[in-house]
């Protein structure tokens, strides 16, 4: 018997005559799912399901050709609430369906929560453009299960000099700022700030060429880097008619700096940690890149981005185990061996002191007061030679504080933007 195809199902609102139905799709693909028990008992489920989330939501139902209910998506105004399907329909295009419609409604963008053991929605949500942008130890549901929070933005893409196509998620409201990222990282590395900053501006977060959605031209040069903020920078311009601020951590802190040489269209700098090392100091000991390029090459990217993390970023051990135990660390690694790259680029002249000093808009450091010696020295011998600088240390903090010490950078950058 051939299975009727998703193309054959019919997707409306809900009613509430559907909430029997509804019920038995919502408790059935639970029990497919989870081997704990829903908050509530079935009843509650049920009540909860026909008084509160039809009458209050935009509730809709998926119906196979016999007109049956086969599943169920609740939006809020910026929420998918509940995605459920029927155990029988699950793996077979139906929920693309129902979050393409949640998008199509949506189109602002969308956030999501979902528990953290559930690693086919997982998948299946970070395939359709979701990004987890926090992780929740259960305290804040009824399950008391670890959860994670989930967020979809429209993205853009632009074309930088050489035709790269540089994927930018758009956020917010207000003046236009963009957001790069540092080595090993995409767009979602400012997933605790970045909702923060959106309620204040337009949030404007890159992945940078060989990263996430954009995508990767050879040969590599910082200076293709710096064109690409530079391409972004000049198209919001455009876009809005304004100039924008950029705020950069690590290397994108140095590529910041350099697009502001580049455009006009770039008002301020925020660098977290991107000024090159000043003199003969270097972040790097001499043959770091060499075993790193000798762990790419045997296929071993995580003790790659675990070597970096030690060596450069500082790292204790117990911050490096703490780290590997998260959720987004499979996502780091994939992009570990772009850091190679990027240390051979270091010395690069075309992105050192003096040219960056050029720098004539302002510029606003950012420096863990507990971060290593060099980005300290770093840091302050580059506010020496810039025009318009200033240096805020945020104490107890090392190289990732947008992370460790949100509002700490939120207060910084908010003060400096004067937003």
């Known amino acids: 018997m051939t299975e009727p195809a998703t193309g054959d199902v019919t997707i409306r609102r809900a009613t509430k005559a559907d909430a029997p139905a509804v019920g038995d799709v919502w408790l059935a693909s639970w029990r497919a799912t989870f081997d704990f028990a829903p908050g509530h008992p079935d009843d509650a489920v049920r009540t909860w399901l026909a008084q509160e989330l039809i009458p209050s939501t935009e509730a809709w ?116 700022l963009v957001l790069v990222h ?71 802190g140095r590529c910041a700096l350099g697009a502001a040489l580049r455009t006009s269209a770039i008002e301020r700098v925020i660098s977290y940690e991107g000024a090159p090392p000043p003199g003969s100091m270097r972040y790097q000991e001499p043959d770091l890149v060499d075993r790193l390029a000798a762990l790419d090459a045997a296929g071993r990217p995580d003790e790659l981005l ?11 051990p117990d911050e490096l185990t703490r780290y590997q135990a998260e959720p987004v660390w499979p996502r780091r690694v994939e992009t570990a061996p772009t850091i190679v790259r990027e240390l051979r680029a270091e010395t690069d002249p075309g992105a050192g002191l003096e040219v960056l000093g050029a720098v004539r808009q302002p510029v606003l450091q950012l420096l863990g007061g507990e971060s290593r010696p060099v980005f300290g020295e770093a840091t302050r011998a580059l506010d020496r030679r810039l025009a318009d600088g200033r240096i805020v240390t945020i104490p107890g903090a090392k190289h990732a504080a947008h992370h460790t010490h949100p509002d700490a950078v939120i207060e910084a950058v908010t003060t400096f933007l004067g937003v």
């Open 61 to 176: 139902v998926a119906l196979d050709p016999a007109g049956r209910v086969v599943g169920l998506m609740a939006l809020s105004a910026a929420m998918v609430e509940q995605l459920y399907l029927a155990p029988d329909w699950i793996g077979r295009g139906l929920g693309a369906r129902l979050l393409d419609l949640a998008k199509a409604q949506r189109p602002g963008g969308l956030d999501l929560y979902c528990f953290q053991v559930n690693d086919r929605a997982r998948r299946f949500y970070e395939r359709h453009g979701f990004a987890a942008i926090a992780f929740g130890d259960g305290s804040g549901n009824e399950e008391h299960q670890p959860d994670i929070r989930y967020a979809w933005r429209p993205m853009a893409v632009v074309h930088s000099v050489d035709g790269t196509p540089i994927a930018r998620f758009d956020e917010g409201e207000g003046p236009p």
């Open 182 to 252: 540092g080595a090993a990282a995409d767009h979602t590395t400012f997933r605790v700030v970045g909702p923060r900053l959106a309620s204040r501006c337009t949030v404007h977060a890159i992945d940078r060429r060989g990263r996430g959605a954009s995508g990767d031209t050879l040969p590599y040069a910082i200076e293709r880097e710096v064109e690409d903020v530079a391409a972004v920078a000049e198209a919001l311009a455009n876009e809005t008619g304004r100039q924008v601020a950029v705020f950069g951590h690590s290397w994108g």
């Open 306 to 316: 675990a070597t970096f993390l030690r060596e450069v970023v500082g790292m204790t």
